[in-house]
């Protein structure tokens, strides 16, 4: 069964503090990792999608790398406006067969003051 | 930019009583999928649909729920007799295909359910 932990469960920065956000995985072939950005109250919105190990993917103060075995979501100088939940998800590959199923982490939820 | 439409954003109902939540997906995507994400936890996979047949189901897509696609915008769920365990809120998604950008899932911005 996959499994997927994000660590911390809470994060709490300073305006321009810049930190990263880990995510554990255990999934039998990994066809693709997942990083959502989630707002109280609406849906996940796509931020990046990583395929294979070494694969870094950055946007704006964010950037996602991956190995085989965890994701970080790395945050630089942050601003208020990133405050959210960043959830992360895998998609099994395993078998050749994939509907596209995500499993998803409890996600980490990040404060940033001014 | 393309979206994925929910309605309604918020349901009430009874216990024992059928709710259908809509969805219209990007429209030209092929993949269909609903999650549900109870308060305070995880966003859980209930169901995937493609080519007009449920691919892939959880084992909390038990046969109180089904899904439809009744024409070529709209994708439902359907909950035949909520039970006051079924609130939480229901995301909708959809892909356009198997790789690369064409595998990304947009969400919705879900129906909360609410079942009294």
């Known amino acids: 069964e996959d499994q997927v932990t994000q660590s911390p469960e809470a994060l709490r920065l300073q305006e321009g503090e810049s930190s990263s956000l880990n995510c554990s995985y255990t999934v039998s072939g990994l066809r693709g990792l997942f990083w959502y950005r989630q707002d109280p109250g609406k849906g996940p919105e796509f931020l990046f999608t990583?395929?294979?190990a070494g694969e870094e993917k950055e946007k704006e103060r964010l950037k996602a790398t991956l190995t085989k075995k965890e994701s970080f979501l790395h945050i630089t100088a942050p601003k208020p406006e990133d405050s959210a939940t960043y959830l992360c998800a895998v998609q099994d590959g395993a078998g050749g067969t994939s509907y596209g199923k995500l499993t998803f982490g409890q996600g980490t939820i990040l404060t940033v003051h001014p | 930019e393309p979206e994925v439409t929910q309605t309604p954003s918020h349901q009430v109902t009874q216990m024992g009583q059928e709710v259908i939540l809509r969805c219209v997906p990007i429209s030209n995507h092929l993949y269909f999928y609903w999650y549900r994400q109870i308060l305070g936890q995880k966003v859980e996979f209930l169901v995937s649909f493609y080519n007009n047949e449920i691919s892939e189901k959880s084992e909390i897509f038990d046969d109180q729920f089904s899904v439809e696609r009744p024409d070529g915008s709209n994708f439902t769920l359907k909950i035949r007799s909520t039970k006051l365990e079924d609130s939480a809120m229901y995301f909708c998604?959809?892909?356009?295909?198997?790789?690369?950008?064409?595998?990304?899932?947009?969400f919705g911005a879900g129906t909360r359910l609410s079942v009294l």
């Open positions: 990583l395929y294979s």
């Open positions: 998604a959809s892909r356009l295909g198997l790789a690369g950008a064409k595998n990304i899932q947009y």
